[in-house]
Structure formats: structure tokens, C-alpha cells
């Protein structure tokens, strides 16, 4: 009996040895989501893939995955026991609760022997990035008129031009009000003139996102109002989008895969371009490409693209007065949301003024 003993001891030493040295031969790791980018509070799904693509088996598996502090979890932890040939996968799901490009970092993996005589370890470094939108909320609870004479807020009223711009006159037909004839034209032609109103459904708009609070933009920046114009920019887009309005994305925040010192997107109405726009809100930080009055000269370039420039900005400072006088003046319609009211007086009255409610309530209003 002590010789059988002693074999099976032998024996058990022996397999245990064997599957220790080749449980992490052929053995693979991968993980990912179901998609890019998520709405604060949403489930993220995490599908990690182990794969035991040998003949023996993996007697202990500990696999711990690490994740950006933004997260709801910084780690997960789990151990399993997996078969020859056998493909395991789960899921569970994490949420994000900060706006931002995060990422799910890494995971090691601990291999151990049944006997608990070895282990050994392997880092899979995973860089997987997971996009948290900005906060999605009607623009009409974020922002308010500066002055009372604009009316209701209206993102349509920002594109379609008041009937009481003319673009010129034309022969009365007879379908068209009396009150529209243009008396002095008629005179001059002896025959009945109407007056022809822009009302340019064709019209389209760019949103511009100004990501500096203060000169230098790094020193003391206001990242609550920083934060409160990507929310405001994002409601924007959603009203022109639902409004069926085109429109562009333009920004001078530092963007990390343009040549360019920015973002600059010419107006359109493809149903994809909502969600790549607030893929890059999701991503943005606080650093910028390029000054707002350097980016303003840049736009006046192209302002036949675009027929109604918004500016969406955490506040406007003393530097950008002028500037914006004169882009207004060269290019015509411009809608200003600040979220701080510092500086507003100063504007021109041609400019649309709107201010932001201080939904953070940590910044000076």
C-alpha cells in the first residue's frame, strides 16, 4: 500500500507540475465593448474572451481588470477553472459617470497550480477607450435671452430669417397680400412691385465651440464653465438636428489628430454627423488649439458656407470684443450663448446675446 501511496503522490506531483508548466501555453485573453461612446449613467458593456486552445486544462485562473478612476469600478476580479478546448465569456457591465476619453487600462493574469505550489503572472495591456458624452438637456433649461426683446428661444428663429428682411422686388402676381406692395417701386415702374422676403430655408449654421476661459487659457481656467459650454453646444446641435436645420461643428479645442489647430466640419445634414459631434465633445479637454479671435479670422474665409455663425463660449473676455464686432459686421447673423455674463454690454446689438443658467453652481455668475 505505501508503494501505491507513494505513486499516486508521485503521479498527482507529476500532472500537477505538467498542467502548472503548460497552463498558460495557448491560452488567450481579449476584452471590448459594445460601442464607443455612452451617456453618463449608461451601462457599459464589457465582454472579456478567455480561450484554452490546448489539450490540457487551466487548473486556477485569476484575472483582475483595472479601469480609469471616472469609472464606477477602478478593478474587477474573478477566478475560474477552464476546460481543454473550452471558451469562456462573460459579461458584465460598468458605467461612467464623468464626461471624457477614458479607458480600460489593463488586466493581469494569475495562473496557479492545484496544489497551490507555483503561480506565475502576465500583464495584457488593453488601452481600450470608452467615451462619456456630455450631459444631454434641453437648451431651453440652460440657457436664457439677455435680453427680453429676442423673444421665445427658438433655434429655428436663429436660421430662418423675420420676414422683415428683403432681398428685393418683384412684379405683382396676385396671389401675394396687399400689405407686401412696395409703393415706391410701383410708382417707378408704372406697374405694381411686391416686396421679395429672405425667407432662406436653405439657410444653414455653424456651431463653434470656444473652449477658452481666461489668457493664458491654462492659467486659472473655469472648468465649470468650460464644462457648461460642451453641454450647451451639445444641446444646440440636438434642436438643429431635431429642427432638421444644417449645420456644422467647428472648435479650437486642441485636437490630437488634425494637422489643423482644431475642429472644423462644413454644415451638412447626414444623421451621422450628431453622434461624431458629440463623440469629440465626449473627448475634449481644456487645452486649445488656437486663440478665438485668430480662429474668427480663419472662419471669415469661409463664411459662404455657413449662413449663421453660434458661438458657444464659457465667457466672453475683454479681448474678444473687438473681434467679434468686426466678424459680425463682415459676416451677418451671430448668435453669442456665454455661459458667465461678463462682458455682454459690450456686444453690439446686431449680435443675439444668451447666457447660461449656472447648472454646476460653482462659478461666479
Known sequence: MLWVFIGLLIGTLGLNELLFRFSGKNLNYSNGTDKKAYEIGEDISLTPVIENKKAMSVPFLRIDEYFDNALSE????????????????RTYHIQGSTRGLWEIQSASIRMEDFLGFHRSYREVSLKIPVVILPQK??????????????????????IIEDPLMIRGIREYTGSESERHIHWAS?????????????????????????LESNKPYWKDADIDA?????????????????????????????????????YYFPPGVSAKNLGRYNEILGKMGTVIGTPLEDALKNLIRNRNAFQT???????????????LKEFARSFGKTVVISMQPHNLEKLPKTIEIYKGVNTLGNHDS
Open 186 to 210: 410701383s410708382l417707378k415702374h408704372d406697374r405694381l412691385m411686391v416686396k421679395e422676403f429672405d425667407f432662406t430655408s436653405e439657410r444653414s449654421a455653424l456651431v463653434f465651440l470656444n
Open 226 to 262: 468650460i464644462e457648461e459650454a460642451i453641454v450647451s453646444a451639445r444641446s444646440v446641435m440636438e434642436e438643429l438636428t431635431q429642427e432638421k436645420v444644417p449645420y456644422g461643428f467647428a472648435s479650437n479645442g486642441y485636437n490630437p489628430k488634425g494637422k489643423a489647430k482644431g
Open 74 to 89: 477602478d478593478s474587477l476580479s474573478y477566478s475560474l477553472f477552464v476546460l481543454p478546448f473550452q471558451r469562456v465569456k
Open 137 to 158: 438637456k434641453r437648451l431651453r433649461d440652460i440657457i436664457l435671452p439677455y435680453s427680453s426683446l429676442y423673444g421665445p428661444l427658438s433655434v429655428k428663429r436663429w
Open 309 to 323: 455663425f453660434i458661438l458657444v463660449t464659457p465667457v466672453i473676455l475683454p479681448e474678444y470684443i473687438k473681434p
